[in-house]
């Protein structure tokens, strides 16, 4: 048994990596649906937008204000992008805002292919988070460590906030609610506002942690871990932050023990890596015909 | 103190509130009584900044407040206790009364005293989720939630609506025991042999206009208004 992990060490821990990247990303398509019941599709091509902001940025400027400096810009695009496309849209039927949605998918998607003229772009070496170690033999990078811890932390965190400050009781009332919110005093475009940047932050962080590790940003980086991280909240029941990070770790972990699968199930072929991706997607085809609320969603009630 | 100058409004692509002028004084309970779909629940709405009027003026302490926005008319006093009551349901019983006090930065120690003073009920069950509480309680939750906001006007809209009787004579009592605190009620009812009785004042609205009004204990004994609402 130990041997069995000893083998696939590394398997198991980029799972356990990857898991918190999707973690981040996920969170904030859980809790703009929360709020809005809108699946925010253009959510990925924010995290490759702040992927591509620090490519740029951190060639002139030192991180300790580049790394800083994405962070903000990230929080304002996910802040502009919500009240361009979809605060005009609040009373319009939910499919509008939907497509206005894929839409604003695709004008950053465009808009990075003219910045960077449709060429892969090199993701600086982040200090500390670049560096290799070597764990029990398996040689992999700081950031697979780091990263599931500072999930936690940041989940942790987002918890507390939504537990126990005024505006995450806002957010909280809002969700269920407009009218009535209105009426305590709640304004409702600042609580949608904050939403949207915080799943934004978050969204950048994991693009620090994720293209670390994966070292190139395209216009289309934003799309398969974006994709993912939606399988993953709705995996977990769309709504619940909590079933959001446990949905996006059983899926990364998941798929690396797939793309493990010649070593890990010791059945040998080359089409184990190919396959992981079609794992994910077939599993999502699974939960929605199983349990279409997901592990921790709420019971399908319309909003009256 | 509180005063309708020729209000209407379009609700659903249909007049729902044609030219109505009502007014209420400091200190009073007002009635608005009247059948389902009259406008009475529209003209609560329009008061709170829900919805925009059409036409006419909304007048508090003398100051304009037509189609100002909701957190802007709470912040000036007037609060709605809205119809079906609308507790949060994923909230506490305390993180409701709370919220109800969402605009205010001074203490609210004092105000959530006096609630739980008011509902003995709520501070037993100020941890319980809002959602597990009962009708009644819910609709004490809502005029608690309410108060939270101190509030000089406290518009309630069909508090009885889908009450045990003897729950509604509670909330009766309650209102009435809220406005010797110094509050002044505006309340819509269907159940008018109720309001009439508690109210100062009363207005009959009837497809969107106001057909009567009077002193309630005038209109309880009004021939026409007992024939259409009293049940003969």
Redesign the interface.
Same mark, same amino acid.
């Given at each position: 048994m130990a041997d069995f992990f000893h083998q696939n060490l590394s398997y198991f821990l980029s799972g356990i990596s990857v898991g918190g990247q999707y973690a981040l990303i996920a969170i904030g398509y859980t809790m703009v649906y929360g709020i809005l019941r809108l699946i925010n599709f253009a959510h990925g091509d924010v995290f490759m937008c702040a992927g591509l902001m620090m490519v740029y940025l951190s060639s002139s400027l030192p991180f300790a204000i580049s790394i800083p400096l994405v962070l903000i810009l990230t929080v304002i695009l996910g802040f502009a992008i919500e009240r361009v496309a979809y605060k005009p849209l609040r009373s319009a039927p939910r499919m509008s805002v939907m497509i206005s949605a894929i839409g604003v998918s695709y004008l950053l998607q465009n808009a990075a292919l003219y910045f960077t003229g449709g060429l892969a772009r090199v993701y600086p070496e982040i200090p500390v988070l670049s560096a290799s170690v070597v764990i029990w033999d398996a040689p992999t990078r700081v950031v697979t460590l780091v990263t599931p811890f500072l999930t936690l932390v940041l989940v942790i965190l987002l918890s507390l906030l939504i537990k126990h400050t *005024?505006i995450g009781?806002?957010m909280?009332?809002v969700?269920?609610?407009f009218?009535?919110s209105?009426?305590?005093?709640? *304004?409702i475009n600042k609580v949608i506002s904050m939403t949207f940047m915080l799943g934004s932050l978050l969204a950048a962080v994991a693009s620090f942690l994720y293209f670390t590790n994966y070292a190139s940003v395209t216009p289309t980086s934003g799309s398969m871990p974006g994709l993912k991280a939606f399988v993953a909240a709705v995996f977990g029941g769309i709504g619940s932050i909590p079933g959001a990070v446990i949905g996006a770790f059983i899926i990364g972990i998941c798929e690396n023990i797939i793309k493990g699968g010649a070593s890990i199930f010791g059945i040998p072929g080359s089409g184990w890596t190919t396959f992981s991706d079609a794992f994910t997607f077939a599993f999502l085809i699974i939960i929605l015909i199983v349990k279409p609320t997901g592990l921790f969603g709420e019971k399908s009630v319309d909003k009256v | 103190m509180f005063e309708i100058k020729g209000l209407s409004v379009n609700y659903g692509g249909i007049e729902a509130v044609r030219d109505i002028s009502l007014s209420v004084p400091a200190g009073s309970i007002v009635t608005l009584i009247g059948a389902n779909g009259a406008g009475k629940s529209t003209t609560l709405r329009t008061i709170?900044?829900?919805v925009k009027p059409k036409a006419g003026k909304i007048e508090f302490e003398g100051e304009d407040i037509t189609g100002k926005?909701?957190?802007y008319i709470?912040?000036k006093g007037i609060?709605?206790v809205?119809e079906g009551r609308?507790i949060?349901?994923?909230?506490t019983v305390l993180?409701n009364l709370?919220?109800?006090a969402?605009?205010r930065n001074d203490s609210i120690e004092e105000d959530l005293e006096r609630v739980y003073r008011l509902f003995p009920r709520l501070r037993e069950r100020s941890w319980q989720y809002g959602g597990t509480l009962s009708g009644g309680e819910q609709q004490m939750l809502a005029v608690g939630?309410a108060l939270m906001?101190k509030p000089k006007l406290m518009m309630m809209d069909e508090p009885s609506l889908g009450l045990a009787p003897l729950v509604v004579k509670d909330i009766f009592s309650i209102i009435e025991r809220v406005n010797a605190d110094g509050v002044t009620i505006l309340l819509i009812e269907q159940n008018a042999n109720m309001a009439l009785k508690v109210a100062d004042i009363g207005y009959v609205m009837e497809t969107g206009q106001i057909m009567l009004s009077g002193k309630g204990s005038d209109l309880i004994n009004d021939e026409g208004v007992r024939k259409a609402y009293l049940g003969g």
């Open positions: *005024k009781m806002a909280r009332a969700s269920v609610d009218e009535t209105q009426i305590m005093g709640i *304004k | 709170a900044g829900l926005d909701p957190a709470v912040g609060t709605l809205p609308r949060f349901p994923n909230l993180e709370k919220i109800g969402y605009l939630r906001s």
